[in-house]
């Protein structure tokens, strides 16, 4: 069993920066990926980032070179820095661990 609790979301204005947190607990795999996804109101949830154990990572291409996924596995804790932030980007933002999830943390950009 796997629990995950997100936090960091917030209201912003497009251009800033937000800093999401996803505390892991639980049977934690530090080998294991641990992801961060988006769903949008009236859309499909999606993958925005990924970190594997070795400390490799891949980005959706709408958020390459604007957001960053990094993890502290002494903390069991994944994080996404998110600058240069865009309305579109607005969504409520879940992290994912071997199939578990976490409640999830609203992001929201206004123009």
């Known amino acids: 069993q796997v629990q995950l609790v997100e936090s960091g979301g917030g209201l912003v204005q497009a251009g800033e920066s937000l800093r999401l947190s996803c505390a892991a607990s639980?049977?934690?795999?530090?080998?294991?990926?641990m992801s961060w996804h988006r769903q949008a109101p009236g859309k499909q949830r999606e993958l925005v980032a990924v970190?594997?154990?070795?400390?490799?990572?891949k980005y959706a291409d709408s958020v390459k070179g604007r957001f960053t996924i990094s993890r502290d596995n002494t903390k069991n804790t994944v994080y996404l820095q998110m600058n240069s932030l865009k309305p579109e980007d607005t969504a409520v933002y879940y992290c994912?661990?071997?199939?578990?999830w976490g409640e999830g943390t609203l992001v929201t950009v206004s123009s």
């Open positions: 994912n661990h071997m199939g578990y």
């Open positions: 970190i594997w154990g070795g400390g490799s990572t």
């Open positions: 639980g049977s934690i795999f530090s080998a294991n990926a």
